[in-house]
Structures are given as C-alpha cells and as structure tokens.
C-alpha cells in the first residue's frame, strides 16, 4: 500500500512560521521524489517545491522563505515556511513520482491540508 498524509497546517498569522510533514509509505526517497503542491480557491494548482535523491526545487515565490528537507529514515519530507504571507494561503498537497531528478511526473497525491495565513 501506498499513501501520502499531510500534517502540521493551521492557521498563523502573516510573518509566521509553519512546518508541513509529508509521511509516506510504501514509497522509496532513493527512488521516488516528493512534491508540495498548493492550490487556493479559484486558481490552479500550483508547484511548490520538489525534493528528490539528487535534486531540489523552489518556485520562485517562496525562494527565501520555504525549505524542503526529507528524512529517509522516517520516509518523511518537510516544508518549512516562514514569513508567511496572506497569498500563501491555500490547500497544500505532497505527491511522489518515481525519479531521482526533480521535477518527475506525480503519480500519487496526498488529500491535502489546510494553510491560512491571515490577521
């Protein structure tokens, strides 16, 4: 079995700090990259950030302030966020593609998880 869950979203004021978690099974991080992805009401979905064996990225919107990291050992994949911005709010998605080059074709998508950033 394979699945992607989201944690660590809620509500934070603009300038704050969130940490997402992505806890995968049944999914290889030697094999398979893990993308953030958000999507706010009314727009399209949009990628984040994307971690994998030998490479990483950030969409140039969250240069600065978000970081991707993964601990193979806990087969979970991190995005820190900080300055947050109220055009940060959206419903944030992991996804896993097999490839060990970022950006990969995602294949497998978690359910999502809420982040507001407002006042």
């Known amino acids: 079995q394979q699945q992607l869950v989201e944690s660590g979203g809620g509500l934070v004021q603009p300038g704050g700090s969130l940490k997402l978690s992505c806890a995968t099974s049944g999914f290889s991080l030697d094999y398979y990259a893990i993308g953030w992805f958000r999507q706010a009401p009314g727009k399209e979905r949009e990628g984040v950030s994307c971690i994998s064996r030998i490479s990483t990225n950030l969409v140039d919107s969250v240069k600065g302030r978000f970081n991707i990291s993964r601990d193979n050992a806990k087969n979970t994949v991190y995005l820190q966020m900080n300055s947050l911005k109220p055009e940060d709010t959206a419903v944030y998605y992991c996804?896993?593609?097999?490839?060990?080059?970022?950006?990969?074709?995602?294949?497998?998508w978690g359910q999502g998880i809420q982040v507001t950033v407002s006042s």
């Open positions: 996804a896993a593609g097999l490839g060990w080059h970022c950006p990969v074709k995602y294949d497998y």
